[in-house]
């Protein structure tokens, strides 16, 4: 049985938002396991432990460069180890730079783009300079490049911790804008419920499960509840049947029909999202230096 330890029920109860006992309890149940322990609570405790998947886990930014014509464009994830490197002009020159490159130039991967030149040096040479002079390491994370069918529009939030690009066609300049801040602020995972990956609705219906089956009620009723919560979750997460934020009467899809407009795609970078950050108490570090120091 792995030891359950104070750092542990800190971390999930800070990505949770569930009480310390429960988060003592699920990693208990889980053996350690910080992901599994996350399920049990959210089985236990509803949606309210899903505050994990919108938790930033490391510091950079996220860079967007569209063309003068709005049908060439590029958002990128650039990342480093604290907020204060996200906010150096270096490190943000560079990842406005390599997403102009991925744009222009239609890089296949990372590793492609990290070959490429940038005034008279590699990427990934530049990339080593730009570590060696801040001390701290920088790393291009992900990218995607967009050929439009209509017209490409961008927002970012919170010092570029929050980037979204997508494909409109029709539509007005406002109604692009207010649906690029819309997928900011809801975060959809998918176009349409069509389009919801089948891993994350099984994993709902998984939980789903669990929870129904909690109730004690008949067979029938649970898979009924299942489905219900599966239903649901979907319509949730995908874009064209969230309720418009600055509208909840109408959704995304019935302001489109109202403007004449389609989406075609989108893309979604939240900074650090999915990376597990390293937390470290600065306070025992420089205690332990200075009793190193001492001896």
Do not use: W
């Amino acid at each position: 049985m792995a030891e359950i330890t104070a750092a542990m029920v800190k971390e999930l109860r800070e990505k949770t938002d569930a009480p310390m006992m429960e988060c003592k309890k699920a990693l208990t149940e889980a053996g350690g396991d910080q992901e599994k322990a996350e399920e049990i609570l959210r089985v236990k405790l509803g949606n309210k432990a899903g505050k994990a998947a919108s938790r930033v886990a490391a510091e950079g930014v996220v860079s967007i460069h569209i063309s003068g014509d709005q049908k060439l464009g590029a958002i990128v994830e650039v990342n480093c180890e604290t907020d204060f490197v996200a906010k150096n002009d270096d490190f943000l020159a560079l990842s406005a730079k390599l997403a102009e490159m991925v744009a222009t130039q239609d890089p296949a991967d990372v590793a492609a783009l990290s070959a490429m030149s940038i005034n008279g040096s590699s990427v990934e040479e530049t990339r080593k300079a730009l570590v060696g002079k801040i001390g701290e390491n920088i790393s291009i994370r992900r990218f995607v490049r967009v050929a439009a069918k209509g017209t490409l529009n961008n927002y970012i939030h919170g010092g570029s911790k929050v980037g979204v690009l997508v494909d409109i066609t029709g539509g007005d300049v406002t109604m692009a804008k207010d649906i690029a801040m819309h997928i900011a602020a809801s975060k959809p995972v998918a176009l349409s419920i069509a389009d919801v990956p089948v891993a994350l609705v099984e994993k709902e219906r998984e939980i789903a499960r669990q929870k129904a089956a909690e109730s004690g009620k008949p067979a029938e009723i649970v898979a009924k509840m299942v489905e219900g919560s599966a239903a649901k979750f979907m319509k949730e997460v995908a874009l064209l049947s969230q309720p418009f934020v600055k509208d909840d009467k109408m959704t995304i899809e019935a302001l489109l029909k109202s403007k004449g407009a389609s989406i075609s795609a989108f893309t979604l970078y939240v900074v650090g999202e999915g990376i597990e950050k390293k937390v470290t108490d600065f306070a025992a570090e420089v205690a332990e230096a200075a009793a190193a120091a001492a001896r």
